[in-house]
């Protein structure tokens, strides 16, 4: 059974920074690409960023390059997300997935809250 387990989130001021992890269980890690997307009330689901465990090939959303950093530790079986210089646009509920390539959510967690105060 897959499993995606995020945590980090929390409530920070703008300009600061959260790094979130997703410690996944249940497949082969280095065969699956593993990334983030995010869900505000009112708004689309966005990717946010995501890695091939395999290569270590890295994609980031324009709205956040330059700020989040993604990484992996592979005999950990753990994503995170580093974000740094948070904005209040970054306020949402920050999923992990994984799937055969990055464009595509196959499975998930269970989300957590990341909220930047202004």
């Known amino acids: 059974e897959v499993q995606l387990v995020e945590s980090g989130g929390g409530l920070v001021q703008a300009g600061g920074s959260l790094r979130l992890s997703c410690a996944a269980s249940?497949?082969?890690?280095?065969?699956?690409?593993i990334g983030w997307f995010r869900q505000a009330p009112g708004k689309e689901r966005e990717g946010v960023s995501c890695?091939?465990?395999?290569?270590?090939?890295?994609y980031y959303a324009h709205s956040v390059k330059g700020r989040f950093t993604i990484s992996s530790d592979n005999a950990k079986n753990t994503v995170y997300l580093q974000m740094n210089n948070l904005k209040p646009d970054d306020t949402a509920v920050y999923y992990c997935?994984?799937?055969?390539?990055?464009?595509?959510?196959?499975?998930w967690g269970q989300g957590t809250q990341v909220t930047v105060s202004s």
């Open positions: 997935y994984s799937s055969d390539w990055c464009g595509d959510y196959d499975y």
């Open positions: 249940g497949f082969t890690f280095d065969d699956y690409a």
């Open positions: 890695i091939s465990s395999s290569d270590d090939s890295t």
